[in-house]
């Protein structure tokens, strides 16, 4: 229906559909009973995020070993995070728990484990400090 859409009206009847739809669909969605759906992502730091990050001259950083994770390593962690503090249920907080675990184990620092989020929210400044 792309030709229909798009070609024989000039776009006009896309654009008519789209913005007609209870769900932005065009001719050819309604016939095949699909929709698009578009996720937002918004776990990505912002520059003002990053910049209210302390320097090395300023903030001691707690844990040094987390220099020895990479990048991929805090990207999960950021992102875990993250999703726990945007959808807090049982899935994520044993998906924090699991990475705290992880963390520990890794990088065997003694933690006495009562605030686990506080621990890999310090872990990601820490590296993100260490490491720019």
Same mark, same amino acid.
Do not use: C, W
């Given at each position: 229906?792309?030709?229909?859409?798009?070609?024989?009206?000039?776009? @006009?009847?896309?654009?008519?559909?789209?913005?007609?739809?209870?769900?932005? +669909?065009? %001719? !050819?969605?309604?016939? =095949? /009973?699909?929709?698009?759906?578009?996720?937002?992502?918004?776990?990505?730091?912002?520059?003002?995020?990053?910049?209210?990050?302390?320097?090395?001259?300023?903030?001691?950083?707690?844990?040094?070993? @987390?220099?020895?994770?990479?990048?991929?390593?805090?990207?999960?962690?950021? +992102?875990? %995070? !993250?999703?726990?503090? =945007? /959808?807090?249920?049982?899935?994520?907080?044993?998906?924090?728990?699991?990475?705290?675990?992880?963390?520990?184990?890794?990088?065997?620092?003694?933690?006495?484990?009562?605030?686990?989020?506080?621990?890999?929210?310090?872990?990601?400044?820490?590296?993100?400090?260490?490491?720019?």
């Amino acid at each position: 229906f792309l030709i229909v859409d798009y070609y024989l009206s000039l776009g @006009v009847l896309g654009a008519l559909l789209i913005g007609s739809s209870a769900k932005a +669909q065009r %001719l !050819g969605d309604l016939t =095949a /009973h699909t929709t698009v759906v578009r996720i937002k992502q918004d776990l990505h730091f912002t520059l003002s995020d990053i910049l209210k990050i302390n320097t090395i001259e300023n903030y001691t950083p707690k844990f040094p070993e @987390v220099k020895s994770l990479g990048e991929k390593d805090m990207l999960l962690l950021k +992102q875990t %995070l !993250g999703r726990y503090q =945007a /959808h807090p249920n049982s899935s994520h907080k044993e998906a924090i728990l699991l990475l705290y675990d992880k963390m520990v184990d890794i990088l065997g620092v003694d933690h006495n484990g009562r605030d686990k989020i506080g621990f890999l929210k310090t872990l990601l400044r820490d590296y993100i400090v260490l490491t720019r």
